[in-house]
């Protein structure tokens, strides 16, 4: 079976600082790799997927992720942290077996952005 | 167009009753997905509908739980005979199929069980 770490429950950064959210993966074959974001008393929100394309991963709302296969991570990151980027987020590998699929998500990570 | 939708939004019901949970995938989605989110467990998968296949059931926590999709389309979720430990927000998703597709995430509906 395959499992994510989200190294860090809670980060809390200032605005305007680096954010980096860390992520490593078990799988015993190529991953799909997901990065998901929820906002308060909301549902999960994908920021960007790694396919295989490209190590390199950009999403929505400035956020980046880098895969690295060596090291089986994919760490989330963004220059220029912002108010508006305080939510949980949540690292994912898809499983795929017998004809099922499904996510396998990291117990998530609540970013807290300070002024 | 229209996302994944969930209702209700918030149940709360007593111990010992049942509850039904529904869900509208996104048109033209072939597959789709509940989960479960606690805050001592995280989030949980808990069954997998394909298109006609035979969902996955893995996932269930036990035979209180089951879950129907109907034409392809709207899921059911039901909890019989619910508990206190049965209280948290049950998520639904979809996708076009298998191969890491990308899965929408409705926003949940939040159970509480007194």
């Known amino acids: 079976a395959q499992s994510v770490t989200q190294l860090g429950s809670h980060v809390s950064v200032s605005e305007g600082a680096l954010v980096l959210l860390r992520c490593n993966y078990s799988s015993s074959v190529p991953p799909y790799l997901f990065w998901y974001v929820q906002y308060p008393n909301q549902g999960l929100q994908l920021l960007l997927k790694?396919?295989?394309?490209?190590?390199l991963v950009k999403g929505i709302n400035g956020f980046e992720a880098e895969f690295k296969k060596s090291e089986t991570s994919f760490h989330l990151t963004k220059p220029s942290a912002h108010m508006s980027d305080a939510a949980e987020y949540f690292c994912a590998v898809s499983e795929t077996q017998g004809g099922s699929e499904k996510l396998v998500f990291g117990k998530g990570t609540k970013l807290t952005v300070n002024p | 167009g229209a996302g994944v939708s969930q209702s209700p939004s918030n149940k709360v019901t007593e111990k010992g009753k049942d509850v039904e949970l529904r869900c509208d995938p996104i048109?033209?989605?072939?597959?789709l997905y509940w989960y479960r989110q606690s805050l001592g467990q995280g989030l949980e998968f808990l069954i997998y509908?394909?298109?006609?296949?035979?969902?996955?059931k893995s996932g269930l926590p036990s035979d209180r739980f089951s879950a129907e999709r109907t034409g392809g389309s709207v899921s059911t979720l039901t909890i019989q005979r619910t508990q206190q430990e049965d209280s948290a927000v049950y998520l639904c998703?979809?996708?076009?199929?298998?191969?890491?597709?990308?899965?929408?995430f409705g926003p949940g509906t939040r159970l509480l069980v007194l």
């Open positions: 048109s033209g989605h072939t597959a």
């Open positions: 509908f394909q298109g006609n296949s035979a969902p996955d």
């Open positions: 998703a979809s996708s076009l199929g298998q191969g890491g597709m990308t899965q929408y």
């Open positions: 790694y396919t295989s394309a490209a190590t």
